[in-house]
């Protein structure tokens, strides 16, 4: 315990400045039985009795330094012997000048005053009716919530507050004079939540509407809601910076904004969305960010992709335009849709100029005619309407003409509309079956169909007549004549399938002449017709050998009757 010194009685402590003794130094003794005088001076004498408490004092705890007389080994008591701190005084103290000096350095040499005049009026303030200037004036205090008492009460009144979830005190929120407001914790609201600066919670947020001005964090969100209930932008921030806002735009259809800060819906447009994409290049100082200048178009990600046509999309890409409405763009690089409904799904320097026009993919395709289609390739142009061009170099450059071009570098074009063009250096197949046995085969540097004729692809094999073969042949109406298709001056000959078939009754239909059925029959009348020739040959030389037998009888007959008409004549002339 430490030691204290009380003074029990009533004494004065007074300091002779001019002399630099204190009266309390005075009633000490030093040692030798005189006065201390020094001016620094540690009392140590201690038998002395006080003379005016009567009680025994342990001076070895004071120190005289000039006027002043410190005590530092305990407490000091005055009217009490059981002071609880450097001094404890039982009574009054009276300051006859200066005053009381408190810790801040401020000195207070007046008390309190105990009346503060009339009140001569009282006016609400912000929150408050009533008031008035004379009287018993009432304040009324105007709470939300469904109480009904004079006076608000936990147990009467029902306020939509703000709290902390765990049920922390008030001090969670902290809300400044800018309208900012800060949660330490997480955030039950029961209510909406209106907040006009920075909205930040550290845990989770739960409301049932938030409308935020500035910029809004928060740990997580439980709601049902979140936006804005006036016509401002609803911003979200990753890592301190800008990944996706909704804007108003003073529409009921805001646009949606994406990825790179920079991209941008321009003013005016609305019901548009950029996902994302987009970025600043901090090399070449140069930013690739993706624009929408339209309404309801749609730009899903990339790089420098533009949209400045309404009810267009660019799926992703680089430096891919949309320029007319309702034009897509799958991906690819520096592909252009620039006519309305134009398309161009991939590829690269694409363009899809044309009403409705279609580009697959590729380099460098132009898709020109209107509803004309390209579906991949290079350097190909589909420029009729309706037209078809795939491969590469290939030149659909009339209407509704379909041109295919190999690898070959060179063009291959159209001649005529409406025109089928195929270049294959390499031979043609068309097959007519799924075991890719039968068709039919236009062999490279060829110049006419070759069916299949292998004998391993056929069967019920028959032999036929070919006399008879050529009977009917030559009892079939063969004629000239034109298609309807074509014009009169363009003849043809041949028979009628309808008589070709009721003559031999081969191939598929009584409408058609199969190639190799006709070739058949041709064969099978030669060889007929060479049967017959032979046959002839034969039967003129057995009459050649007769002829020749007759001759020799008829000269011999001859001889003879000239030898009767010589002897005759002799005999005459005898």
């Known amino acids: 315990m430490k030691p204290s010194f009380a003074v029990l009685a009533s004494f004065s402590v007074m300091f002779a400045q001019s002399t630099g003794t204190s009266c309390l130094e005075s009633m000490i003794p030093t040692s030798g039985g005189e006065t201390n005088t020094n001016d620094n001076t540690t009392l140590t004498d201690n038998s002395n009795e006080n003379s005016n408490t009567g009680e025994n004092v342990d001076f070895s705890a004071f120190t005289i330094i000039g006027a002043n007389a410190i005590y530092t080994d305990g407490d000091v008591g005055i009217g009490t012997d059981a002071p609880d701190s450097m001094l404890t005084v039982a009574g009054t103290i009276h300051s006859t000048s200066g005053g ?56 009467d009144h029902t306020h939509n507050t703000l709290a ?59 709601s049902d809601l979140i936006g804005t209930t006036s016509n401002t932008d609803l911003l979200f921030i990753v890592n301190n910076t800008n990944a996706l806002r909704i804007e ?53 990600g990339g790089r420098r992709n533009d949209c400045s046509a309404g009810y267009s999309v660019i799926c992703g890409g680089a430096d891919n335009t949309a320029s007319a409405s309702n034009t897509y763009i799958g ?70 003409a379909f041109v295919f071009g ?46 299949v004729s292998d004998r391993n692809q056929k069967e019920n094999v028959s032999s036929v007549d070919p006399v008879d073969v050529l009977d009917r042949v030559c009892n079939m109406p063969i004629g000239t004549w034109n298609y309807k298709a074509q014009a009169d001056a363009i003849r043809h000959i041949g028979p009628m399938a309808q008589d070709f078939y009721a003559a031999f009754g081969v191939g598929e239909s009584d409408l058609k002449i199969t190639t190799i059925d006709a070739d058949g029959v041709a064969l099978a009348a030669i060889q007929g017709l060479r ?16 002829l020749k037998s007759l001759e020799r009888e008829n000269a011999e007959l001859k001889a003879r009757l000239e030898r009767i008409e010589a002897a005759m004549q002799n005999a005459g002339a005898r």
């Not at 800060?261 to 970025?279: K, L, M, Q």
């Not at 600043?280 to 930013?287: A, H």
């Not at 195929?422 to 097959?431: I, K, N, S, T």
Request: some cysteine; proline content about 2%.
């Open 100 to 155: 009381i000096r408190f810790p801040d350095g401020t000195t207070q040499t007046t008390a309190a005053p105990t009346s503060f005049g009339d009140i001569t009026s009282v006016a609400p303030g912000t929150g408050l009716s009533g008031g008035g200037t004379s009287g018993a004036v009432t304040l009324s205090v105007n709470f939300a919530g469904d109480g009904s008492a004079a006076t608000a009460s936990r147990s």
């Open 164 to 222: 902390a979830a765990d049920g922390s005190p008030a001090s969670a929120l902290v809300m400044d004079n800018a309208g900012n407001a800060t949660f330490t914790g997480a955030v039950d609201v029961g209510a909406d939540l209106t907040v006009g600066g920075v909205l930040s919670v550290s845990g989770t947020l739960s409301y049932a509407a938030l409308t935020v001005t500035g910029t809004a964090s928060y740990g997580a969100l439980v």
């Open 248 to 300: 108003s735009n003073g529409s009921s259809t805001p646009n949606i904004v994406g990825g790179y800060d920079g991209n941008a819906v321009a003013n005016g447009r609305y019901g548009s969305v950029i996902v994302g994409g987009g970025y600043y290049d901090d090399f070449d100082m140069t930013s690739y960010a993706n624009e929408v200048d339209g309404n309801y178009s749609f730009i899903g």
């Open 331 to 400: 991906g690819g690089n520096g592909n252009d849709a620039t006519t309305a409904y134009a398309a161009v799904v991939c590829g690269n320097g694409n363009s899809a100029t044309g009403y409705t026009a279609f580009i697959g993919s590729g380099d460098s395709n132009t898709a020109s005619g209107d509803y004309s289609a390209l579906p991949g390739g290079r350097t190909c142009v589909s420029a009729g309407d309706y037209s078809f061009a795939s491969g590469r170099r290939a030149k659909a450059n009339h209407d509704g």
């Open 406 to 451: 190999d690898s070959s570098n060179s063009d291959v074009t159209s001649s005529v509309a409406d025109e089928f063009t195929v270049r294959c250096a390499g031979g043609a197949r068309f097959l007519s079956n799924s075991a890719q046995s039968a068709g039919v085969t236009l062999s490279a540097g060829g110049g006419s169909w070759s069916s």
């Open 531 to 546: 049967q017959v020739v032979c046959d002839a040959e034969s039967d003129s030389a057995a009459l050649n050998e007769r």
